[in-house]
C-alpha cells in the first residue's frame, strides 16, 4: 500500500503573495471549492484578522462544509505579552476554521534582528501561542521560518524551537526553507536528522528563489516528511512556492505515494487552468504536467513516432493529469504531423498523400511568410478542412466593409460599415467600437447574431500584434494573433499582412467562422471570401 502524503494547499494566502495576484473574496471562494474537488487536505484561506477580505472569505466559506480543513493562518504571539491579549490569534480563534497554522522563528538571527527579544521569549512564545490555539478546539500547525538557515547557523536552537511546538501540541510540525537558498542535497540531509531527532510528523514549505522549490520538496519527502506545502502553478512571493502542479503528479505517478485518488488527479489541468484564469495571470505554455505545450509535438520524427507509440516521447499518459497530446504543424512539420491533426479532427485522409504534401508545402510557405499555426491551433484546423472536408460548408460571404476614424474633440470615434451575405439574403450593419478592430468585430457580431444567437457566448480573451521585420519600421508586415473563447473552449487564430488592420480582419474572420463550424445549418452554403482559410485554394 503506498504512503500517504498530506497536501496542504496555501494558493489563497501564501499565493496571494505574489506580484500581479490579487483575489477578491468571491475568486477566493471560487478557488477553494475547485481546490476541495482535487482532494487537498487543508486549504489556507488567509489571516482572518488582517483584512475584511479575508474575514469575508472564512465567514463565506465556514458555512460549505468542505472536505478540507479550512485553516487559518497567523502568527506567534507578540513578544512580552501574552496569548490573550494578542488581537489577531483572537481573531484567528473566532474564524471558525478547523486548524491554524503559526508562524515562528527558528533563526536564532532572526529573533535578534527581526523580533529584537531574547532565544528563550521566542520559545515561549511558540510554546504558548500554540498551546493556545489548540486549546480552543482548532488543529495547529506550526510553520518554522527560515528553519534550514536556522539549522545551519545554530542547530541546537532551530531544534529547540520545533521540540516546543511538539510539546504544545502541534499535529504538524512544518521546516520552511523560507529565503528558498537550500539545497536539495542539504534538505534531504537536515529533514533526515530532524525526523530522527523530533517524535511527530513533519512537513516542508520551500520556496522557489533558486529554481529548486519541487526539487526540495521532493527530497524532504524521501528524506522522511509527510506534509507538503504549496501553491497552484507555483504562485507566491519574490519567485513563488513549491507548485503543486508537479509535485503531485510527481509524487504520485512516478514516486508511488497517495496523495490525492486517480480521478481527482485527472481534474489537475482544470484546477490549473481555472486558477491561473481567476487569478488572471497567464500561464507558461511549456508548464510541467499543465501547460498546454507540456505533451505537444512539433518535429516530424516525434510525430511519427508518438503516432506509433506515445512513449516515445511523452514520460506519462497525459490523460492521468487532464491534459492531452497535442501535435503542433509549422515548417518543421512531416507528413505524419497532418495525418496526426486530421485523425484529431476527424477526417479520413489516408488515401489523400499527394493532397497532404500540398499541405504541408502551402504550410511551409505561409509560415515563410509569416503565418504561425502552432500557437493558431483554429487557423490550422480551418485549413486542413478547407483542403481535406469536402462536406464543410461555410457560414457567410463578407462583401466589402468600410472603416471610418474621426477624432471630435478629445475623443476619437471609429464606425465599421459592413455588408455580408448569409444564405442569400444580404445583411448591412453599422457598429462603433473602442478603435477599428473593435470596431469590425461589433459590426460582424451584430450581421450574424439574428441568423447564429449562440454567437453571443463568443468572446475575445487575447490580441497580440508581433511585427515581423522591424527594419521596415511603420511599413513592417505584422502578425496578429487572436484567442477567443465561450467559456467551454478556447481556440486561437492569426492573420498576417504589412496592414495591421487587414491582419487583425483575417484573425478575426477566422475565429468567427471557427466558433461557428457547429452553428451552420444545412440550408447555409454560400461561399466564404476572406480570412487566412482562403489563402489555401491561391
Known amino acids: 500500500m503506498s504512503t500517504p502524503i498530506c497536501i496542504f494547499d496555501t494558493t489563497l494566502r501564501d499565493g496571494t503573495q505574489g506580484e500581479g495576484i490579487s483575489l477578491t473574496a468571491e475568486d477566493k471562494v471560487k478557488i477553494a471549492l475547485k481546490l476541495d474537488a482535487l482532494g487537498v487536505h487543508y486549504i489556507e484561506g488567509g489571516n482572518p484578522g488582517s483584512n475584511s477580505k479575508d474575514i469575508e472569505f472564512f465567514r463565506r466559506v465556514r458555512e460549505m462544509k468542505l472536505q478540507a480543513k479550512l485553516t487559518a493562518f497567523g502568527s506567534t504571539r507578540r513578544k512580552n505579552s501574552t496569548c490573550e491579549q494578542d488581537i489577531n490569534l483572537k481573531h484567528l480563534t473566532e474564524s471558525g476554521a478547523q486548524a491554524a497554522t503559526l508562524v515562528g522563528k527558528s533563526w536564532d538571527f532572526h529573533v535578534h534582528t527581526a523580533l529584537q527579544t531574547t532565544l528563550e521569549e521566542n520559545l515561549a512564545m511558540i510554546y504558548e501561542s500554540l498551546a493556545f490555539v489548540k486549546n480552543s478546539g482548532m488543529e495547529a500547525l506550526f510553520d518554522a521560518e527560515h528553519f534550514f538557515d536556522g539549522y545551519k547557523a545554530n542547530p541546537e536552537y532551530a531544534l529547540a524551537a520545533l ?43 520551500t520556496h522557489n528563489d533558486s529554481e529548486l522549490a519541487v526539487a526540495n520538496t521532493l527530497a524532504a519527502i524521501t528524506a522522511g516528511a509527510r506534509h507538503i506545502q504549496g501553491t497552484i502553478n507555483g504562485y507566491g512571493e519574490r519567485c513563488g512556492n513549491a507548485n503543486l502542479c508537479s509535485i503531485l503528479p510527481t509524487l504520485q505517478l512516478k514516486m508511488g505515494y497517495s496523495c490525492v485518488s486517480n480521478e481527482q488527479l485527472k481534474m489537475l489541468t482544470n484546477v490549473a487552468r481555472y486558477v ?46 487532464g491534459n492531452k497530446q497535442r501535435v503542433l504543424v ?59 472536408d469536402g462536406t464543410m460548408q461555410q457560414a457567410f460571404t463578407v462583401d466589402s466593409f468600410k472603416i471610418m476614424v474621426e477624432k471630435t474633440g478629445g475623443s476619437m470615434v471609429t464606425e465599421a460599415i459592413m455588408k455580408i451575405t448569409v444564405a442569400g439574403e444580404q445583411v448591412y ?25 449562440g454567437i453571443r457566448d463568443i468572446h475575445l480573451t487575447d490580441y497580440k500584434v508581433r511585427v515581423l521585420d522591424e527594419k521596415d519600421t511603420t511599413a513592417a508586415k505584422v502578425r496578429v494573433l487572436i484567442e477567443s473563447t465561450d467559456f467551454k473552449d478556447t481556440w486561437s487564430t492569426v492573420g498576417v499582412s504589412s496592414n495591421v488592420i487587414e491582419a487583425s480582419w483575417e484573425a478575426l474572420v477566422d475565429s468567427i467562422r471557427y466558433a461557428l463550424l457547429g452553428m451552420v445549418k444545412d440550408e447555409f452554403e454560400p461561399e466564404f471570401t476572406g480570412g487566412m482559410h482562403g489563402l489555401i485554394n491561391h
Open 163 to 205: 521540540k516546543k511546538a511538539k510539546d504544545a501540541g502541534a499535529a504538524w510540525i512544518v521546516l520552511c526553507d523560507t529565503n528558498g537558498g537550500t539545497l536539495p542535497g542539504e534538505i534531504s540531509e537536515i529533514v533526515s536528522r530532524v525526523v530522527t531527532t523530533i517524535d511527530a510528523p513533519i512537513g516542508i514549505h
Open 276 to 321: 491561473s484564469e481567476i487569478a488572471n495571470v497567464s500561464m507558461p505554455v511549456n508548464q510541467p504536467y499543465v501547460g498546454n505545450a507540456a505533451f505537444a509535438h512539433k518535429g516530424g520524427i516525434h510525430v511519427s513516432a508518438i503516432m506509433k507509440d506515445s512513449k516515445t516521447y511523452e514520460h506519462i499518459e497525459p490523460q492521468l493529469v
Open 330 to 388: 509549422s515548417e518543421l512539420a512531416g507528413q505524419s504531423n497532418i495525418l496526426s491533426k486530421a485523425q484529431e479532427m476527424g477526417l479520413d485522409i489516408n488515401q489523400e498523400g499527394m493532397k497532404s504534401r500540398d499541405v504541408i508545402d502551402r504550410i511551409k510557405e505561409l509560415e515563410h511568410q509569416g503565418y504561425q499555426f502552432e500557437g493558431a491551433d483554429a487557423s490550422l484546423e480551418l485549413l486542413l478542412r478547407d483542403a481535406f
Open 429 to 453: 450593419t453599422v457598429a462603433e467600437g473602442n478603435g477599428p478592430v473593435n470596431a469590425l468585430d461589433n459590426a460582424l457580431r451584430k450581421a450574424l447574431i439574428h441568423f447564429y444567437p
